[in-house]
C-alpha cells in the first residue's frame, strides 16, 4: 500500500514548477510505483495561460477548486472549468488551459509520468523511457 500527504511532498522534488511558472504539480504517484498511471494534485495559477499538447500520454483533470476554461484548438470549442468539472483529453487534443483564478486540478496521465516532465515548445511532455532514466 502507498500512502502519501500532500503537505509531505511540499517544497520537495515532487513538487515540480513550470518552466513558465503557470503551474504548481504535486507528483503523488509516478511511474516507479508500479501503478500504471501517475496522479498529481496540481495548481493553475491564476490569471496565466498554458498550451499544452499530449502527443504521448492521455490525461483526466478534475477541477475542485478555482476557475477558468480549457480551449480545445482544432475545434475552438471552450468549456468552463471550476470545482466539479472532469475532462478527459482522450484524442490528444491541443488546447489553451486558461486560469482567472487559481485552480486546483487533480490529474491522472496513462502511461505515468516519471516526474521529470515539463511542457517543450510544442506543448508535448517528453515520453521519458526507462533508458532515459538509466542514463539521468
Known amino acids: 500500500m502507498i500512502?502519501?500527504?500532500?503537505?509531505d511532498l511540499i517544497g520537495t522534488e515532487a513538487e515540480v514548477k513550470a518552466d513558465k511558472g503557470t503551474w504548481t504539480s504535486r507528483r503523488?504517484?509516478?511511474?516507479?510505483?508500479?501503478?500504471?498511471?501517475?496522479?498529481?494534485?496540481?495548481?493553475?495559477h491564476g490569471g496565466t495561460e498554458t498550451y499544452i499538447h499530449y502527443a504521448n500520454h492521455l490525461e483526466a483533470v478534475y477541477c475542485v477548486g478555482g476557475k477558468g476554461e480549457i480551449e480545445v484548438?482544432?475545434?475552438?470549442e471552450k468549456f468552463e472549468l471550476h470545482d466539479?468539472?472532469?475532462y478527459a483529453l482522450n484524442g490528444h487534443e491541443r488546447h489553451?488551459?486558461?486560469?482567472?483564478?487559481?485552480?486546483?486540478?487533480?490529474?491522472?496521465?496513462?502511461?505515468?509520468l516519471?516526474?521529470?516532465?515539463?511542457?517543450?515548445?510544442?506543448?508535448?511532455?517528453p515520453l521519458i523511457t526507462?533508458?532515459?532514466?538509466?542514463a539521468a
Request: glycine fraction near 10%.
Open 84 to 86: 466539479g468539472v472532469m
Open 114 to 125: 516519471t516526474g521529470k516532465e515539463d511542457h517543450d515548445e510544442n506543448g508535448v511532455y
Open 28 to 44: 503523488m504517484l509516478l511511474r516507479k510505483d508500479g501503478m500504471g498511471f501517475s496522479f498529481h494534485d496540481t495548481l493553475i
Open 73 to 76: 484548438i482544432d475545434s475552438g
Open 130 to 134: 526507462d533508458e532515459d532514466d538509466a
Open 96 to 112: 489553451w488551459l486558461r486560469a482567472t483564478e487559481t485552480m486546483r486540478m487533480i490529474c491522472v496521465f496513462n502511461p505515468p
Open 3 to 7: 500512502v502519501r500527504k500532500l503537505e
